[in-house]
């Protein structure tokens, strides 16, 4: 079976996303084809709803996420006709413990480090970063790899250990909360408000590609934002809008946000 991968990737305006898709494409073609289990390397929650729109087209193909924890957020999809035993997925993950001086480490600290070793991070699922280990997901194929050339995080020396699923443990998750005052719930007047920044470095931030609203890239500083939505800039971390809280007397927004720290 060939697939139109024109079809079904033209509503995607962002050339990697199409690119993925393109890839996605692809498996479900071998899926069909050789009557088999494919699967993605690692999807971030947009991606995954791409994908998603994507795979649903297809009646004669089935598909399930998995991260390695219930809650994970980076996922593989796993592909396959509609006919097969999805019993017998073979989940292709390896997790690796990390251990040493690494209290203080953050989750930028650990991806940098396997970045360095030349891992795209697509190979790469969730970090979970505690105070005396990590816990880190990742595709088979570079499993070993990672065991044997990871020996420093952050400059810090560690040490690797290969885990069972069962094992992994997901780190609390520490939010600060903050109550702002904003004209209106435009992308570039919550960056302004939430950050102290000049609108004009707001707009600039957004256009350079840098922020993401629900891990989908947005380049609009008119982007209108709702209560629930993850807003993730680049180099300042990542808030969650938690609730809309009524309006000032001079007609601004009065909102709680969700800072991860």
Not at 11 to 22: A, Q
Not at 116 to 122: A, V
Not at 205 to 214: F, L, P, Q, T
């Amino acid at each position: 079976m060939k697939i139109d991968k024109d079809l079904y990737t033209s509503h995607i305006k962002n050339d990697d996303k199409r690119f993925e898709m393109r890839r996605l494409l692809d498996k479900i073609e071998l899926a069909l084809k050789n009557h088999s289990i494919e699967s993605t390397d690692f999807m971030d929650p947009y991606e995954r709803y791409l994908a998603r729109s994507i795979i649903n087209r297809f009646d004669d193909i089935k598909y399930k996420e998995f991260g390695g924890t219930s809650n994970s957020e980076r996922k593989v999809i796993f592909i396959y006709p509609d006919y097969l035993d999805d019993n017998y997925l073979d989940l292709n993950l390896t997790y690796l413990r990390v251990k040493g001086v690494v209290d203080g480490l953050n989750h930028r600290d650990y991806l940098g480090s396997l970045l360095s070793l030349g891992i795209k991070r697509s190979k790469t699922g969730d970090i979970l970063v505690h105070k005396d280990y990590a816990d880190i997901i990742l595709k088979n194929e570079i499993g070993n790899f990672v065991l044997q050339n990871l020996d420093k995080v952050g400059g810090n020396k560690v040490s690797l250990s290969e885990i069972e699923a069962e094992e992994l443990t997901e780190p609390t998750v520490n939010f600060r909360e903050l109550s702002l005052f904003i004209s209106s719930m435009r992308l570039d007047a919550f960056l302004s408000s939430i950050y102290n920044i000049s609108r004009h470095e707001s707009i600039n931030i957004i256009k350079n590609g840098n922020v993401k609203v629900n891990w989908e890239e947005i380049l609009k500083p008119s982007k209108e934002l709702n209560v629930g939505d993850n807003i993730s800039t680049r180099g300042r971390g990542r808030a969650m809008i938690k609730s809309i809280d009524g309006f000032s007397k001079k007609g601004r927004l009065h909102i709680t946000v969700q800072i991860l720290i």
